[in-house]
């Protein structure tokens, strides 16, 4: 079986480094908020270019407590609305709704999968705070026009960077675009963790600031609290894991590309729609592929075909949150790019491990479906 993200395999590359790093950790006898978690943040704030990165539990909170910070820095208040992409995954409107904020969702490009400009013009009311948009699959939104539109109507930018460490426009990275940026090391992200972590980083001291609060307790200093934080810190542990695994990013990034500039050159069917080819295009370069996307009429079929063929794939996303029944309020508003997108699209294995070989399996599978 072709398996479409092989952990073990990605872990097992940096073996000795991990082991030797969790001794270190380990016999240091300090787990929480020490020079581990401090190093990764100044090297993850490097790379991404950014002033600041703050550690935290994982992907959601980093945007839950970035949208929080806003509220106790008096920039935003209950009942005020965000922007997001329909066809995002659920986390980002998660965020949203544990604010009590009040998501707009708006349909994405059906080229890139990505947030429409258009969309987000004609959504944005005297409400409108912030745009949320979500680097989907791994390929920039469209940030500089994003942040022009932010910038005329005085909105804050809170990038859901999830699925896109590394990805750049214009040379500035995910991350560094907006006022702030939401990042997951979810152990299947193209920056993983050895378990849950998460990061927010911003240029900006009093969210950074504000954020080392609400982490931890909503306290700088022990026993003295100045706001009603959460427990949401990132450890010793995970920090040291990630921080010997960003060092592989940029080579893992390439690896990727090989990748999908294979399954771009050469799958060819008319049955199937490959994501849009913007790798070449100066403003899109720099798409880090978290994840291939197909579209297909008959996604269910191919799917079924792959796997009896031996490739594992999977579907990215199944159900749109405004179908979902923790959303029940929206079941019946309609977006029909979002809601197509949802039936069409399947995600061929695709990750740093993934040989040249398998790739040419895969295509030459793709390439001989029939329905
Ligand atoms: C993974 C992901 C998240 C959430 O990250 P966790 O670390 O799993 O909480 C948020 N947004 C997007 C787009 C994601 O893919």
């Not at 980002?92 to 709704?97: G, Q």
């Not at 295009?281 to 008959?298: D, G, N, P």
Request: hydrophobic share 40%; net charge negative; aromatic share 8%.
């Amino acid at each position: 079986m072709i398996p479409f993200l092989d952990l073990k395999k990605i872990n097992n590359q940096y073996r000795e480094e991990l082991i030797e790093a969790c001794t270190r950790v380990i016999d240091s006898g300090w787990y929480i908020g020490g020079q581990e978690l401090e190093n990764f943040e100044q090297n993850f704030a490097e790379y991404c270019g950014t002033k600041f990165a703050i550690g935290v539990a994982n992907g959601l909170d980093a945007l839950i407590l970035t949208l929080r910070a806003w509220k106790e820095l008096g920039k935003l208040q209950d009942g005020d609305e965000i922007i997001v992409p329909a066809n995002t995954y659920i986390a980002s409107i998660l965020a949203i709704t544990a604010n009590n904020l009040i998501p707009v969702l708006i349909e994405p490009d059906k080229n890139t999968f990505n947030i429409s400009i258009d969309a987000i013009q004609s959504a944005i009311t005297v409400k409108t705070k912030v745009i949320l948009p979500v680097h989907l699959y791994g390929q920039l939104a469209d940030m500089p026009k994003i942040m022009q539109i932010a910038k005329q109507h005085h909105l804050l930018v809170l990038e859901d960077s999830a699925q896109a460490h590394g990805a750049e426009v214009d040379g500035i990275k995910a991350g560094n675009w907006g006022d702030a940026s939401g990042f997951s090391f979810y152990p299947g992200k193209n920056l993983g963790a050895l378990g849950d972590a998460g990061a927010v980083t911003t240029n900006d001291a009093e969210l950074a600031n504000m954020l080392k609060a609400l982490r931890n307790y909503g306290s700088h200093e022990k026993y003295k609290n100045l706001v009603p934080g959460v427990n949401s810190r990132l450890d010793e542990i995970q920090a040291a894991m990630l921080d010997i695994k960003l060092k592989y990013l940029d080579q893992e990034i390439t690896h990727r590309r090989q990748i999908a500039n294979l399954y771009l050159s050469k799958i060819r069917n008319s049955y199937i729609k490959l994501p849009l080819d913007k790798i070449n295009a100066s403003e899109y370069k720099q798409h880090v592929w978290h994840l291939f996307v197909i579209q297909t009429q008959y996604r269910d079929e191919l799917q079924q075909y792959l796997f009896e063929n031996g490739v594992q794939t999977l579907i990215h996303y199944p159900i749109p949150p405004h179908r979902q029944q923790a959303y029940k309020e929206w079941n019946n508003l309609s977006f029909p790019e979002t809601e197509s997108i949802h039936q069409q699209v399947l995600s061929l294995p695709m990750g740093p491990t993934i040989s040249f070989e398998e790739a040419e399996t895969v295509i030459n599978l793709c390439n001989n479906f029939t329905k």
